[in-house]
């Protein structure tokens, strides 16, 4: 075990994944739907109060009655609303629990428990929309399994929205570090006791980081690696243009607010 604990405590490979399972562990995804539930918290979702602004922006861009893809929907906070719009709504989410959730609040939208990296439609969405970063947390080869899945489900014409955190969001928030804490009685990571050792590392003149979470515990050790990647225009422009995306527009959120390129995110309108 101390063996396995040293090669953990490596910095990661560029990119590396590790093994656990995060979003559909039993365990994890409690904690997670409580904090995508939290109405005044911005951890797993966004406040309410700005999903709120953010769906009535977004109504704005898709036609009316339109058909939306929502991937990463989680418990369905931006889906519901947007069903109950009248909009024709799929959501798509890895978190059983999640989908659960979504489907037990909202019968009028359909709910897929499925990894989106393994979407398969051709032209039946207006709009796709990937929100809360989810794009930065995918590795290059899996946003290059992402992109040409979304082209291909969009109609012509149609819109893929996503949001993406900024080096800005690096800087005030990020920097190589290391600590440990101490949970008797079970936390977010595990039910049983267990020491969790976290990290923080950066890559790529501080554009590329990665949260490391070691459980221990008497079941032995379990890592978890959350990837995040810093955003610009060019970068994201670049990557998505040579699958035949143009970019309609960017703003400095995805509730619209104007394009200063001084936010901790960016939001992109992309048009197939």
Not at 60 to 89: E, F, Q
Not at 147 to 172: C, H, N, S, W
Not at 245 to 271: N, Q, R
């Amino acid at each position: 075990m101390l063996n396995t604990l040293f090669h953990l405590l490596k910095k990661p490979t560029l990119w590396q994944r590790s093994a656990e399972l995060f979003w559909d562990d039993e365990h994890i995804s409690k904690g997670m739907l409580e904090a995508h539930l939290d109405p005044n918290r911005d951890a797993a979702s966004r406040s309410f109060c700005f999903i709120d602004a953010s769906v009535k922006w977004l109504s704005g861009l898709i036609p009316v009655n339109g058909n939306i893809l929502d991937l990463g929907c989680g418990p369905g906070l931006y889906a519901k609303r947007m069903s109950d719009m009248g909009y024709d709504v799929t959501g798509m989410d890895f978190s059983g629990r999640s989908i659960a959730y979504a489907k037990s609040q909202d019968t009028k939208t359909e709910y897929i428990y499925k990894n989106y990296l393994e979407l398969d439609y051709t032209g039946m969405f207006d709009t796709v929309l990937l929100i809360y970063g989810d794009y930065a947390a995918l590795t290059p080869d899996e946003r290059q399994i992402l992109v040409p899945k979304v082209y291909r489900a969009l109609k012509p014409g149609g819109l893929f929205i996503l949001d993406v955190f900024t080096k800005k969001q690096f800087v005030e928030n990020k920097s190589n570090k290391t600590s440990w804490s101490l949970h008797e009685n079970g936390g977010f990571w595990s039910a049983e006791p267990h020491i969790c050792l976290d990290a923080t590392y950066l890559y790529e003149n501080n554009t590329i980081a990665v949260d490391q979470y070691i459980v221990i515990s008497n079941n032995g050790l379990k890592e978890y690696l959350i990837w995040d990647t810093a955003y610009t225009v060019q970068h994201l422009t670049d990557e998505v243009s040579p699958v035949g995306f143009k970019v309609h527009s960017v703003f400095d959120d995805i509730s619209g607010s104007p394009y200063t390129g001084k936010a901790d995110t960016i939001c992109f309108v992309l048009e197939r």
